[in-house]
């Protein structure tokens, strides 16, 4: 594998640099950054930070660095996946991030460009790129989660309208969106997987209740969607009625491959550093040996990242199942998650009883403790990849139904 840029690519990467040196500052390591999250645990702070999330966005759009891989025709740049490897390289570098937009980006976009009329294209793309306007993801529900086609959401068509009745939950950001991806049930008496159609949905919508669910770690990313009689027009269905399934496997592909190839997790060994910096602790053998040990697993991560994305551009063979992907870097992630948190608080001591604003860096460590576990569940459990993997890539029989 060669990770070196070709001529085109560090001619693109002078350019980015440019770009960003322009409107961006570097990221200085300390709680003056703004791209890790909001502040504290209040809906303003998280309210805050979602508008300078989708100010930063704005300002990428409107310089045409927005969508770097996607098709011109939709807003984007038309570049190749090395030059948006190369993008994501630059900006992780900076004190900015889409932060939630990236929904919209990551798990609308590639549906509608790929399903969507064009008139719908015309309609949602553009303002979901330039972040204008918040998507959600309208897919779990308390009895269907990594088992997505046992969904009862019902939907019954009436004239123009869609009519649907159900509930939602592990909704982010909903409590902020202004428009949703939907997965309801427009025929009950079809196989598991048919009968389901993909439809959005405005949040603001008569008889839709959004209550936020607040985490363990004070915050209240998710929420729990209730739906009475929400009248949704036709002509917001993604694909055909009842062929909602073949449009949520593009949304789920992409999730997957989003978790999978791991995020720009402020908990990482460059604060890590900074925290046994900042408490005087880098003499001790054991903190060295667990900063040692958490560098080396993120490079590991890091490498097969790079590896995944040079077999992308190279063009040769073909890329893993999104599942395999998703599974094997939960799984390293988790266990490595695991122990950065122990760690953090380790060095903090009896100082890491404490949290929010009383905690170093607002409790970043203490957060981590408690979100550990939550890249295993998005996006489907390990478990539930594990069958895909078992199934699809290696052919073996399926579970009984």
Known sequence: MNFDDSPEEHAFRLKVRAFLDEHATLRTGTEADW??????????????????????????YDHGWAGIAW???????????????VWADEVSRYDVTIGFVGIGHGLVGPPLMRHA???????????????????????????????????????????????????KVWTSEAHHADFGILLVRTDPTAPKHHGITFLIVDMRSPGIEVRPLRQASGQAHFN???????????????????????????????????????????????????LARGLGR???????????????REQMIRF????????????????????????????KNARKNARK????????????????????????????????????IGGGTDEVHRNMI????LGLPRDPR
């Open 390 to 393: 078992a199934e699809r890539a």
């Open 117 to 167: 009329t064009p008139e719908q294209q015309q309609r949602y793309l553009a303002p979901l790129l330039r972040g204008d306007e918040i998507w959600c993801q309208l897919f779990s529900e308390p009895g269907a989660g990594s088992d997505l086609a046992a969904l009862s959401t019902r939907a019954e068509l009436d004239g123009d309208d869609v009519v649907v009745s159900g509930q």
């Open 304 to 331: 097969m990242g790079m590896r995944f994305q040079t077999f992308l551009t190279t063009g040769r063979g073909t890329p893993p199942d999104p599942s395999v992907l998703k599974n094997f870097h939960t799984r």
């Open 282 to 296: 880098t003499a001790d053998p054991l903190v060295r040996q667990g900063l040692a040990d958490l560098h080396a």
């Open 71 to 85: 098709p011109t025709a939709f807003g984007g740049r038309g570049e190749s996946v090395a030059q948006m490897i």
């Open 35 to 60: 791209w890790s999250g909001p502040t504290d645990e209040s809906d303003e702070s998280d309210l805050a930070f979602l508008r300078r999330c989708q100010d930063w966005a704005r300002t990428v």
């Open 224 to 274: 729990e969607v209730f739906l009475d009689e929400v009248r949704i027009p036709v002509a917001n269905v993604v694909g055909e009625i009842d062929g909602g399934w073949k449009v949520a496997r593009t949304v789920m592909a992409s999730e997957a491959g989003m978790i999978g190839t791991g995020g720009n997790d402020p908990a990482n060994y460059d604060s890590m550093l900074r």
């Open 341 to 376: 948190a122990d760690l953090g608080l380790a060095i903090q001591g009896a100082p890491g009883l404490l949290d929010g604003a009383d905690a170093w860096e607002h409790g970043l460590w203490q957060r981590s403790m408690v979100m550990q576990f939550a890249s295993r």
